[in-house]
């Protein structure tokens, strides 16, 4: 059953929040705590369908996994090359984090591993995983493309190897780097562009030895030394600034508003969309900026503003790279012309999100346009016209971009399936309605 919801305009927002806690962050603490011997606690995990899936394969891979009544995750690990075979098909539903991440903890295991997912996920490209750890042994049986349903073979032998990311992803390194903890001697990353550095944070705060270096050419060169003794650890989830950015979004578009977003995760390595919208001109303050759970967090205060087009360097990428869909509906309502380079990447997430941030804006009146791997959205400074039904694609933040659109545009626009808003952000609707957002539910299709 799709779940059809529409986004009508909206007075002034106003209010304080917190949104929900970081997917990437709350994948890592389970599958840590999982490792680590003795017992974790997790506070302010991400109860998404995504991050849910990883409890119940960590579950399943041997780890004690159980949520307390205050909303606290506790979790007593298997110690590192203590995971045992799972006796049924992992099933990591929507989740690219969860299924490239928990490939490269298994693949230093000895044992096979079954791993499937949703149809988005089923359609998402594995060989940039399957081909690094393959080199440190572990063997990969996937569907046509290196796709999932994928059986990854571990191996009781695994080698440490050095490698060189050919696309910039925090997954991949992660993947190597997971694989590198059961193996002996040092497994090194190379990334060209530094990409989210959560796994390196921490792994180190439950006890991992991992240096990170910085090469001539700037690259990063990051080495974990295998057989750790990991530790159970108390982990603080900084709530998700990939998810603020959606309310944060709202607020600048729509007239009047005024919002606070609390205990926002900082990390520099995610912070590239506020960055760009304070170059568009956006009135952000970041206050109380303090630090939790080893990483640092503000609250955002956000107010509307005059926005203006700017060129969002191809670098800036990785540090936003689930916020173009987002940072191009901010620019739909900019005066003037915004580009985004450096996209390709765009095209391999939940969905082709370059093309779906391109068909929904025109659908809502709006002036893009594609050259290469640039986004270009041409912003008129006025509201576009809206009246759209845009086609989710189990894609949860081309849902959301979407209907944050709606909330200042001329005409509703609705999504066809809201569904998948749940696996990184519980409670959308509700927190955004709270907040003065006129989203519901419909049975109409504009
Ligand atoms: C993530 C890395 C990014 C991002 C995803 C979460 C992570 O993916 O898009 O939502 O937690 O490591 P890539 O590694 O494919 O860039």
Redesign the pocket.
């Known amino acids: 059953m799709s779940k059809p919801l529409i986004s009508r305009r909206a007075a002034a927002l106003s209010g304080s929040a917190k949104v929900p806690g970081d ?2 962050v709350s ?2 603490a389970l599958m840590f705590g999982a490792l680590a011997v003795g017992e974790s606690r997790v506070e302010g995990l991400l109860e998404g369908d995504d991050v849910l899936r990883t409890a119940a394969a960590m579950r399943a891979l041997g780890a004690e996994v159980e949520r307390l009544a205050d909303g606290t995750w506790r979790l007593f690990g298997r110690g590192v090359g203590g995971l045992k075979e799972p006796d049924d098909v992992l099933d990591l539903g929507n989740s ?2 969860g299924a ?2 928990m490939m490269g903890l298994v693949a230093s295991h000895p044992f096979t591993t079954l791993f499937t997912g949703d149809a988005s996920l089923r359609s998402r490209p594995m060989k ?1 995983v399957s081909a690094p750890l393959s080199q440190m042994g572990a063997r990969f049986f996937g569907r046509d493309g290196g796709r999932l349903p994928m059986a990854v073979v571990g191996t009781n032998n695994p080698l440490p190897i050095t490698y060189e990311l050919p ?8 993947a190597i780097l997971l694989a590198g903890l059961n193996t002996p001697g040092r497994t090194t990353v190379i990334e060209r562009e530094a ?2 550095d ?2 390196e944070l921490m792994l180190r705060n439950f006890g991992a030895q991992v240096d990170v270096e910085h090469g001539e050419q700037g690259e990063r060169i990051i080495t974990v030394t295998g057989f750790p003794e990991l530790t159970g650890r108390h982990v603080v989830v900084p709530a998700d600034p ?1 998810s603020a950015a959606f309310p944060a979004v709202a607020a600048l578009i729509t007239p009047g508003s005024e919002i606070v977003l609390k205990g926002v995760g900082m990390n520099p390595l995610r912070t590239g969309l506020y960055q760009s919208l304070s170059e568009m001109g956006a009135d952000l303050a970041f206050e109380n900026e303090r630090e939790e759970g080893g990483e640092p967090v503000a609250d955002l205060r956000v107010r509307h503003s005059a926005l203006r087009g700017v060129d969002v360097p191809a670098e800036r990428a ?1 540090s936003m ?2 916020e173009y869909p987002i940072l191009a509906v901010a620019a739909a309502f900019a005066q003037g012309t915004t580009r985004m380079f450096g996209l390709s ?1 765009l095209r ?2 939940e969905s082709d999100r370059f093309a779906a941030t391109m068909r929904g804006l025109a659908a809502c009146g709006v002036q893009v346009e594609e050259d290469g791997d640039t986004l270009i959205v041409h912003g008129t400074g006025k509201p576009p016209m809206g009246g759209a039904t845009i086609a989710v694609n189990l894609d949860h933040r081309i849902a959301m971009a979407f209907l944050v659109l709606g909330m200042a545009s001329a005409d509703p626009v609705a999504v066809d399936d809201a569904e998948a808003i749940d696996t990184s952000f519980p409670g959308f609707v509700d927190l955004m309605n709270g907040m003065g957002a006129k989203i519901s539910k419909t049975e109409a299709v504009l």
């Open positions: 997917k990437s994948h890592r690219g984090t490239r991440l940039r696309v910039a992803s925090a997954q991949v390194k992660s990409t989210r959560h796994t990939s990785p790279i689930d990447e391999v997430k």
